[in-house]
């Protein structure tokens, strides 16, 4: 049953925390980028993608890439509370021998279509999966998420000509547009834009969205369905470290867990937002 917008913002915080909760117990990970990617995963997979937890290598489920595959915590998160594992499996991420690693791995973690991590590959993965239900007959569809520094990868472009070339109008691909990146600021690094004219020049069909909106989300999402003949993609503006407040915009947090206090501080503010989102429910 599909969540309402009130129930998917709960959901989308209680991502967040668990990102958090996560990275602070692997004293390590990327808390920014899986926080700005939060709201996208839990509309994919509470709104969107048609996928049973009890079943999932179930043939006909719609498949999804974590192309920026440094961002699962909060990805995990969303699988854990979708019902793939149990939520304590986050305070193991990246421990020896743990279900959850750094970067998702589908032969170990239920709910991973593709292992994913080196930038630039995960689109092309997906692109592989949207051919397969074409040479299949099969209607399920194909869902990726990119950072915005990622697109500046030449597979991610090579990948983009394959998917228009073939008509993949069962491929989704999001742009989790942060704008930052490892080393700072997307544009000042290597610019991207304009992405929108990039995408459709090489024959995509393309939607410019807050991605923090989950009606846009679903308006983008619902656009797509009627695209024919044409790969789709997203441009999804959003905010580094979304839900916490000394982690927004801050370029710092694409690769550092919190220390104690830091915890303490963000796991209130999570907690104070999820329960304010509850009340409205």
Same mark, same amino acid.
């Given at each position: 049953?599909?969540?309402?917008?009130?129930?998917?913002?709960?959901?989308?915080?209680?991502?967040?925390?668990?990102?958090?909760?996560?990275?602070?117990?692997?004293?390590?990970?990327?808390?920014?980028?899986?926080?700005?990617?939060?709201?996208?995963?839990?509309?994919?997979?509470?709104?969107?993608?048609?996928?049973?937890?009890?079943?999932?290598?179930?043939?006909?489920?719609?498949?999804?890439?974590?192309?920026?595959?440094?961002?699962?915590?909060?990805l995990y998160a969303?699988?854990?509370?979708?019902?793939?594992?149990?939520?304590?499996e986050l305070e193991?991420?990246?421990?020896?021998?743990?279900?959850?690693?750094?970067?998702?791995?589908?032969?170990?973690?239920?709910?991973?279509?593709?292992?994913?991590?080196?930038?630039?590959?995960?689109?092309? %993965? =997906?692109?592989?999966? @949207?051919?397969?239900? $074409?040479?299949?007959?099969?209607?399920?569809?194909?869902? +990726? &998420?990119? *950072?915005?520094?990622?697109?500046?990868?030449?597979?991610?472009?090579?990948?983009?000509?394959?998917?228009?070339?073939?008509?993949?109008?069962?491929?989704?691909?999001?742009?989790?547009?942060?704008?930052?990146?490892?080393?700072?600021?997307?544009?000042?690094?290597?610019?991207?834009?304009?992405?929108?004219?990039?995408?459709?020049?090489?024959?995509?069909?393309?939607?410019?969205?807050?991605?923090?909106?989950?009606?846009?989300?679903? %308006? =983008?999402?619902?656009? @797509?369905?009627?695209? $024919?003949?044409?790969?789709?993609?997203?441009?999804?503006? +959003? &905010?580094? *470290?979304k839900g916490v407040?000394?982690?927004?915009?801050?370029?710092?947090?694409?690769?550092?867990?919190?220390?104690?206090?830091?915890?303490?501080?963000?796991?209130?503010?999570?907690?104070?937002?999820?329960?304010?989102?509850?009340?409205?429910?």
């Amino acid at each position: 049953m599909a969540k309402s917008f009130a129930e998917l913002k709960v959901l989308a915080a209680k991502a967040r925390l668990g990102a958090v909760i996560g990275t602070y117990h692997a004293k390590s990970g990327h808390p920014g980028g899986s926080l700005s990617a939060a709201d996208i995963f839990t509309y994919l997979y509470f709104n969107e993608m048609n996928v049973n937890p009890e079943k999932p290598d179930w043939e006909d489920r719609d498949r999804f890439v974590l192309s920026k595959g440094h961002c699962c915590p909060s990805l995990y998160a969303v699988l854990a509370m979708k019902g793939y594992f149990d939520w304590k499996e986050l305070e193991s991420l990246r421990h020896v021998g743990a279900m959850l690693q750094g970067h998702p791995d589908m032969k170990s973690t239920p709910g991973v279509d593709m292992s994913s991590g080196s930038l630039g590959q995960g689109v092309s %993965a =997906a692109c592989g999966m @949207a051919l397969a239900a $074409k040479f299949d007959n099969k209607d399920y569809r194909v869902y +990726t &998420v990119l *950072g915005d520094g990622e697109c500046e990868e030449g597979q991610v472009w090579e990948a983009a000509m394959f998917a228009a070339h073939n008509k993949l109008d069962n491929l989704v691909i999001f742009v989790d547009q942060n704008g930052l990146q490892i080393d700072g600021a997307v544009e000042e690094v290597c610019g991207i834009e304009p992405l929108d004219k990039k995408f459709e020049s090489f024959g995509f069909e393309v939607a410019k969205i807050d991605g923090h909106s989950f009606e846009d989300i679903e %308006a =983008a999402l619902n656009k @797509a369905k009627t695209v $024919k003949g044409k790969p789709f993609a997203i441009l999804a503006k +959003t &905010v580094k *470290g979304k839900g916490v407040s000394f982690m927004e915009d801050q370029v710092g947090w694409h690769g550092k867990a919190c220390n104690d206090e830091e915890f303490k501080l963000a796991v209130k503010e999570l907690e104070d937002e999820i329960a304010r989102l509850e009340a409205e429910v």
